[in-house]
């Protein structure tokens, strides 16, 4: 008790006005410090809780980031066109060759201004003899004017010219790039070059046709043979594939316009049959869903295929949900190859259609005693099967939603070990080539918009500024400090009527998706090819596919405009749903 009343009094002096300034300074150290351990604190409780949203809708630059990430490995649904493996390559990860320069082309000797003058120089009675395509004089004339025309592309490599349809036409076909290209991908093109010869043995290039006019210049690729070599090398045509080099394996990139060869592959022999190992998911409630969780439940297959070494056994038939369809529900018997580059995957990696393989199964399974191994519980991890020696492991999913689900095998201690592998994977080229004619329809010298109504403008509970932010006025505002006027504006669009947008036609050359229907009505090389896979019956020209070539079309244009991003303050998934990212 008697050392109280001299502690007071030796607090109470470092009250004086001597030390107040001492005493202050030293207040404001330690605030300072108290507020910068907070937070410290705050900052590693959200870093050690923060969950990321699903990486499959927000592709990183690389895909090594998104693929060891520790994020859980469901997602939400969405409607929306699914990323796959090319919009994980980022351009800056590509090894792109320098591209060619018009000084880069010889002149001839015997070059008359923009022409070339052949060498026999005695024309009388010759003006209308056929044009030698195979001539390097005119393969460079050809050369010039194609660069000289299409200013908005950089070419990579040139096809040796063949004769076209007529003794003035020749055919040639190159490889090309947008120079404002945002996306890892080549292109190839081939056009029909009309050559007159004047009188004094000139020879000029008069027109240049249209998108994917020189047929003769494109060659097809020879069938795969079953077993082949699945090194990516160089191809019929003469282009090679070209694979940039990245942080591991080289990384092939999709050429779109070359010919598809998406035949099924099969087993050469009884005996290549009875040594491999085989994967095979059967059941599950994946089926009829999104196109984006079909998508990321097909990858966690194909990614346990891969970590046990195995081949992926896949039902090509796909259900497309009712979200997609113009018939409002769910239609089965839509093929893989209608959406994705199953080329690309089945050089690329070892898969098998399960009708063939069940075939093969039935016929030999018996006579050389092969096995099979059934896992029937989800948390079976792919690290508990390395060691399984029988033929074919069957993993079969029952009828409880979620449980049921392929990808809750890829959740959990196997998503840090089984990657899913995005590069396997890319979208239908066939569809990717209908991009690319619209493009260059557009010279590939166009802005896009992206303008999402529909639904969501109706909702106003969910959606409260979208109607108005999207009205024509709201976008001429939106857009006048974004866009130049007189520019040619693709806008992809889910509003049905496309008259709603004519006030933009004062300011704009307007463009969408239904103007270009003859890349797939019945006269179009993707309907004849579609048909084919599809035993000969029609294909229909899908939602899905709309919205796919639609997205692409919009990724394409040189200035983007987002509706999430530019034209509302709106959250792309309703009300309180906005991140950083959306």
């Not at 063939?356 to 099967?385: A, G, N």
Request: some cysteine; aromatic content about 12%.
């Amino acid at each position: 008790m008697l050392g109280r009343p001299s502690l007071l009094l030796s607090r109470s002096g470092s009250f004086r006005p001597e030390n107040l300034g001492q005493n202050a300074m030293a207040m404001i150290g330690n605030l300072c410090f108290t507020i910068f351990v907070v937070g410290v604190l705050v900052f590693t409780i959200i870093a050690a809780t923060y969950q990321p949203e699903d990486p499959l809708f927000h592709p990183s630059a690389k895909i090594t980031n998104f693929l060891t990430s520790k994020s859980n490995a469901t997602f939400r649904a969405d409607d929306s066109v699914v990323r796959t493996g090319e919009d994980f390559l980022g351009v800056n990860q590509t090894a792109f060759t320098t591209f060619i320069n018009l000084n880069d082309v010889d002149v001839p000797e015997n070059a008359d201004g923009g022409g070339v003058t052949e060498n026999n120089l005695d024309c009388s009675g010759k003006i209308d003899d056929p044009v030698d395509c195979t001539d390097p004089d005119v393969f460079h004339l050809l050369m010039r004017a194609a660069i000289e025309k299409f200013k908005d592309i950089h070419f990579y490599r040139f096809g040796k010219p063949v004769r076209g349809s007529n003794d003035s036409s020749c055919h040639m076909a190159w490889r090309f790039r947008p120079k404002e290209g945002k996306t890892a991908a080549f292109y190839k093109d081939y056009r029909s070059f009309v050559v007159s010869r004047s009188e004094n043995c000139t020879l000029d290039v008069v027109s240049i046709g249209d998108y994917h006019s020189g047929g003769n210049a494109r060659k097809r690729k020879r069938k795969n043979r079953a077993g082949s070599d699945r090194t990516l090398g160089k191809l019929d045509e003469g282009f090679e594939k070209v694979t940039p080099k990245t942080e591991g394996e080289p990384i092939a990139l999709p050429v779109v316009g070359e010919a598809v060869n998406d035949s099924l592959p099969v087993v050469e022999s009884e005996s290549s049959f009875g040594n491999g190992k085989y994967l095979i998911y059967s059941g599950g409630g994946d089926r009829c869903k999104s196109m984006s969780h079909y998508l990321w439940s097909f990858m966690c297959a194909l990614g346990e295929a891969q970590y046990l070494n195995r081949t992926l056994i896949m039902d090509l038939s796909i259900c497309l949900s009712k979200i997609y369809t113009s018939s409002g529900v769910d239609e089965e018997g839509k093929d893989f190859r209608f959406y994705f580059d199953f080329e690309h995957l089945k050089d690329s990696a070892s898969v098998l259609d399960q009708v063939q393989f069940w075939s093969d199964w039935d016929q030999w399974h018996k006579k050389d005693r092969l096995s099979l191994h059934l896992v029937e519980d989800f948390r079976i991890t792919p690290m508990k099967l390395s060691g399984v020696q029988d033929t074919l492991i069957t993993r079969k999913f029952g009828s409880v939603e979620p449980d049921n689900y392929w990808y809750r095998v890829c959740e959990g201690e196997t998503e840090s070990v089984v990657q899913r592998p995005w590069h396997l994977v890319w979208k239908s080229r066939r569809l990717m080539d209908i991009v690319s004619a619209i493009s260059s329809r557009l010279n590939w010298d166009y802005d896009s918009v992206h303008v999402v109504r529909g639904e969501k403008a109706g909702n106003r509970e969910m959606w409260p500024h979208l109607a108005e932010d999207t009205s024509p006025e709201a976008l001429l505002s939106s857009l006048q400090d974004k866009i130049d006027d007189g520019r040619n504006l693709y806008i992809a669009t889910n509003e049905p009527d496309t008259s709603f947008f004519d006030p933009l036609k004062d300011k704009y050359s307007t463009h969408f998706l239904h103007e270009y229907k003859d890349l797939w009505d019945d006269k179009s090389e993707w309907y004849a090819e579609t048909a084919k896979l599809n035993n000969g019956n029609p294909v229909e020209f899908d939602g899905y596919m709309r919205a796919s070539v639609d997205t692409e079309v919009f990724f394409r244009g040189k200035k983007q405009v987002e509706t999430f991003n530019d034209l509302t303050r709106d959250c792309k998934d309703g009300i309180n749903t906005c991140t950083s990212s959306s």
